[in-house]
């Protein structure tokens, strides 16, 4: 299989015009994008996944609905669009995903890996029932739905019950906000 080849960004998140396979990425602590797409559907739900016990940070921890990495030369909605496919066998349009933000995640590890990552945030709606969709292995042990006041209750407890990273809590609480604003719209 053909190593995947990553952008390496600046702090400022510009392209540097260099490239670095995916597995050193992280060793390297390069800037990088990824992309987080965050379902939610009609009947005011978010679904979100499990991220896989072979996952070296967060094993088993429920979070985002789908994530990944963005390719050397790819484009973020083609990105979203190629993990979406990947993690979930879901396929939607570029133009179902809406942008909410960019958001900055900078950390260093015990395990040695460097996150220097720019989150870029997407949200859509579900248009599928989420008991069709197939977990990727090695990055997804399940999916469920849970409704907006339990998502309200994993951030008021946020750290406690396997449920997000506990330092990430404004940025849960800001996809939520925009999730509740769009159903809003609909």
Known sequence: MEQELIDILTIEGKKTGNICLKSEIHTHGHYHNTVHIWFYDTDGHILLAQRSAKKELYPLLWDVSVAGHVDAGETLKEAAVREIREESNLVVKKKHLQKIGVFESFRSYDTGITDNEFHHTYICDLKTTWNQLTPAIDEVEAF???????????????????????????????????????KSEL
């Open 144 to 182: 469920k739905l849970v409704s907006f006041a339990k998502f309200r209750s994993i951030l008021e407890h946020i750290g406690v019950d396997n449920h997000f990273v506990a330092t990430n809590k404004t940025y849960y609480q800001t996809v939520f906000d925009a999730i509740v604003n769009q």
